[in-house]
């Protein structure tokens, strides 16, 4: 009985909100809204949503086109899903949709959104990634890090020689090899001799963390507490060798002489260096190397140019290597076309309605630029679901934010600030893994059966760790 009052009250209250919705008139009728599929009142296209959102917007804007706007709930939502309609958003109106949408678990993770990431367009957003920049995210300290990069490259050079010819998780291993490099580079926290925070203990934390579990985020807390505290000690003892820590220094002096936020705001932007960095790095070389080993042809040819270029007598291998090896740039390159760690990159409009292709955009309306429908639009790339690194021999595009074509960092205001570092990172652990070892897969599989499915939140995985086995190459 008690049920059926309930539900009876349940039914009264839904129609008096479709006849009150009805009456009260529409704020975006006389908009001209871009097209997409028709809601229902209050949920909108929630009840559409289905799979992977990247997949689902790609698959709506087929039939509503490039421009194309939804409702999830209450939150209108722009998709778009061509290189123009890419332009004008991160270029011409850049400043009006720089912003984020205030999310929940990213309000969690981020301290109330007192970071880089995932914090709208503020005074404080301004100020961290000003300190992130000057402290860390530069061409200067990037080459003064440049010894702890190849040093970390080394060590998976000796893990994997030690484990050939048995199968290894190259997964894990990359997924270790970011860690390593950032935790160090990043934070100043090497996880071979810290006694508190070990490789394992990263890897899980880093993992589990985009979960937000109350569980998690405690320990990613104590991470960053540690952290602090580890800078805080050394400045009392003797001075650290390592050039690395000078954001956590830059961090604090912020809080502290300018006065400028609190230590919410040092842990937040730790975060972003943490779990923005770790693994999207990895997520490439997996991505990258999955390609390779289904397309032998391509493989063959990197390898190949790589040893004529390197020689035969390397122990080591070096930055400055990288710059050699033209081939390798063009898997990168493709790599990234066909698999951008950020898939659907996410802004929001600020609080005034704007234009975009001729459309009108109510104010705060959350974007999603597809960016992984654009590196597969058949008017921009011939073939697009085929890997062919030769696509952009004599082609000026690259990913560097002025080719809307090819977007995995982004553009404009909120481009990836680590764009430099991200990009070494992952062209030396190729280089690595190319030139010291030839890879086959585990018995009985052939390049087809290497599944790609993907999987994440705002950062896409390969679902199936990349499990290969490593044969020393003999020189
Ligand atoms: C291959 C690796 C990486 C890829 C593909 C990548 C991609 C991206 C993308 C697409 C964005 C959003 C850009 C936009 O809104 O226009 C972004 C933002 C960001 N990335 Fe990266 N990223 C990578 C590595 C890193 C690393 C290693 C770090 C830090 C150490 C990092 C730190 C950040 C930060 C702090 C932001 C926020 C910028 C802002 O909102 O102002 N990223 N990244």
Avoid at 30 to 38: A, F, I, K, T
């Amino acid at each position: 009985m008690a049920i059926l009052i309930h539900m009876s009250w349940v039914l009264l209250l839904t129609l008096i909100s479709i006849i009150f919705l009805k009456k009260k008139k529409n704020p975006n009728s006389n908009l001209r809204l871009p097209p997409g599929p028709r809601g229902l009142p209050i949920i909108g296209n929630l009840h559409r949503l289905n799979g992977i959102p990247h997949r689902w917007f790609h698959q709506l804007s087929a039939k509503y086109g490039p421009v194309m706007f939804l409702r999830l709930g209450f939150t209108p939502v722009l998709v778009i899903s061509s290189s123009e309609a890419a332009e004008e958003v991160l270029k011409t109106k850049d400043l009006e949709t720089c912003s984020r949408t205030k999310l929940m678990a990213t309000g969690r993770l981020s301290y109330n959104f007192k970071d880089i990431t995932f914090a709208p367009y503020t005074d404080s957003w301004r100020e961290l990634r000003k300190v992130a920049v000057m402290e860390f995210l530069n061409p200067k300290k990037l080459q003064t890090l440049k010894l702890i990069r190849e040093e970390e490259m080394d060590f998976v050079v000796k893990k994997i020689s030690n484990s050939a010819p048995v199968a290894v998780d190259l997964s894990k291993i990359s997924f270790c090899l970011a860690a390593n490099i950032l935790c160090r580079t990043a934070l100043g926290q090497n996880l071979r001799t810290n006694k508190v925070f070990d490789e394992e203990r990263i890897v899980k934390l880093v993992e589990e963390g985009s979960v937000a579990s109350e569980k998690m985020f405690k320990e990613l807390d104590e991470f960053y507490q540690h952290v602090i505290d580890d800078h805080l000690k050394s400045l009392d003892g003797p001075k650290s060798t390592d050039p690395s820590a000078d954001i956590v220094a830059g961090l604090l002096n912020m809080v502290d002489k300018n006065g400028t936020g609190n230590l919410d705001h040092v842990k937040g932007t730790l975060m972003d260096l943490f779990l923005g960095g770790i693994d999207t790095v990895a997520i490439i070389i997996v991505w990258a190397m999955a390609e390779l080993m289904r397309n032998p042809r391509v493989m063959k040819k990197a390898q190949e140019e790589i040893r004529a270029v390197l020689g035969s007598k390397r122990e080591k291998i070096t930055e400055e290597d990288v710059d050699k090896v033209e081939y390798l740039k063009l898997v990168m390159k493709e790599t990234f076309r066909l698999h951008p760690a950020v898939p659907s990159i996410p802004r929001e409009t600020m609080s005034h309605q704007i234009k975009i292709q001729g459309y009108d955009i109510p104010p705060n309306t959350r974007i999603q630029l597809n960016v992984w429908a654009i590196g597969r639009d058949p008017k921009i790339w011939k073939n697009p679901e085929e890997f062919i690194p030769e696509r952009f021999i004599d082609s000026a595009i690259n990913y560097k934010g002025q080719h809307y074509e090819l977007l995995p960092f982004g553009s404009g205001r909120r481009i990836c600030p680590a764009m430099p570092m991200a990009s070494n990172i992952v062209e030396l652990g190729l280089l690595n893994m190319l030139y010291f070892f030839d890879w086959k897969l585990p018995d009985g599989m052939v390049g087809e059966d290497i599944d790609m499915e993907d999987a994440g939140m705002i950062s896409f995985y390969k679902k199936a760790p990349l499990i290969l086995v490593p044969v020393k190459h003999h020189h």
